[in-house]
């Protein structure tokens, strides 16, 4: 497998920042880069993790799947297709209940507890909008989410209104399906393109409301997908602690032939639980594995 590291650009992507979902592992800031490492293609792109959408919304694809395995996250892919002022309603009732309690962290407690008495995608939105360093961290054993309230003030339903159709329109040519990425990575043949961004391998102590995988049976998979002549991009662990520690990870010799490292900033996950401290030493840079060099 050969390494770049000149970071060349064979497609140029253009930045896209308006980030409708907050999301842990999002790359809204950094989708373009690894856009521009995909190849331009007449057949469908596949994102099989869905999570923010990020590299779904900054490439626009004529024709995509995108999926999840987690209900209550493509609830609100699927309105923002199907019905979009139903998405920017739920957003702006919960806004202005958030305001109207007593206290900001009362207002998103309650709206929590709501959540984890019935988990919905209504709630999920605006709880990925408000709550701290937009990591919404689930409790493995019932999916519980345990997210404190943010210091930050949600973005007024005005702004997340304009979020809605700038997506609606960005990914008209998407179909939001829930399914796992087995059943995905089935679906692509020759000629299309599959973007697979799964959970960080190294940090599976908290659970985000992914769906759960094991790197072997997703490498299976790819392996399987390659073979049938889809391309196929997989983001995971690189390097952390600004690149002093790098992951160690069983990729199979020969399944990628390029390899990138993507700089994606300071490690959110490291943000929510240092709370405030210097993130100077906690600078993450992802893999970008392709199965082919882009052309």
């Not at 961004?197 to 997703?218: C, K, M, N």
Request: hydrophobic share 35%; charged share 25%.
């Amino acid at each position: 497998m050969r390494t770049e590291a000149a970071e060349p650009r064979l497609l140029s992507v253009q930045p896209f920042k308006k980030q409708l979902l907050k999301w842990v592992g999002n790359k809204q800031r950094f989708a373009h880069e690894i856009g521009s490492y995909l190849p331009e293609r007449g057949g469908t792109y596949f994102e099989p993790f869905l999570g923010s959408a990020a590299v779904l919304g900054t490439l626009a694809p004529a024709r995509a799947i995108a999926s999840d395995a987690f209900e209550p996250l493509m609830g609100i892919w699927q309105t923002l297709h199907d019905e979009p002022d139903t998405l920017k309603a739920w957003y702006e009732s919960r806004y202005y209940r958030y305001w109207a309690a007593d206290t900001r962290t009362a207002g998103f407690e309650e709206i929590k507890a709501d959540y984890n008495r019935n988990p919905n995608p209504a709630d999920l939105l605006f709880i990925s909008r408000s709550c701290y360093g937009g990591v919404v961290r689930f409790r493995s054993r019932d999916g519980y989410i345990s997210t404190p309230c943010g210091p930050h003030k949600p973005v007024s339903p005005a702004s997340f209104a304009e979020r809605v159709d700038i997506w609606s329109e960005r990914t008209q040519g998407a179909k939001f399906e829930c399914m796992g990425y087995r059943e995905a990575l089935n679906l692509a043949g020759p000629g299309d393109v599959v973007y697979c961004d799964p959970p960080y391998v190294h940090t599976q102590a908290i659970l985000y409301g992914a769906q759960r995988f094991r790197l072997p049976e997703l490498l299976e998979c790819i392996a399987d997908a390659k073979r049938r002549g889809v391309f196929v991009a997989l983001s995971i662990d690189g390097s952390k602690k600004s690149g002093n520690q790098i992951c160690d990870l069983p990729i199979p010799d020969g399944l990628f032939e390029l390899e990138v490292l993507v700089n994606v900033g300071r490690s959110m996950l490291r943000r929510f639980q240092m709370q405030g401290e210097s993130l100077e030493g906690e600078v993450v840079r992802d893999r970008l594995l392709l199965t082919s060099e882009p052309c």
